[in-house]
């Protein structure tokens, strides 16, 4: 019996925010999530069941369970990118914030 694991990769565009130019003076990252973690480790994602059809039966089936298995298709990341959600909350999101909405992270 196999059990099928699945890996969450989280990747952030954060190009427009390379001008070091911009960051605090004393070079420390500058980026913070909403929840107020500045190390990034604090991602969290809800995991609803992806798979076409029978494919993860078929894949867990095969001698394809491990790694690079051709009866799973992966999707590159510019595919993945092209998916989004409705925004359902008007607030300013592009550039630099100077605190957290219901949080102050300059200080």
């Not at 500058?30 to 992806?50: K, R």
């Not at 008007?90 to 909405?101: A, F, I, Q, R, S």
């Amino acid at each position: 019996m196999h059990i099928p694991q699945l890996m969450y990769e989280v990747m952030w565009d954060t190009t427009s925010f390379n001008d070091v130019s911009e960051w605090p003076e004393d070079g420390s990252q500058p980026l913070v999530l909403s929840t107020g973690d500045e190390t990034g480790y604090g991602q969290h994602g809800d995991y609803v069941f992806g798979w076409e059809g029978d494919s993860l039966q078929r894949a867990m089936d095969s001698a394809c369970y491990l790694r690079n298995c051709s009866l799973l298709t992966e999707q590159p990341p510019k595919v993945k990118n092209l998916c989004s959600v409705p925004v359902t909350v008007d607030e300013d999101v592009d550039g630099w914030m100077n605190k957290l909405p219901e949080g102050d992270m300059a200080e």
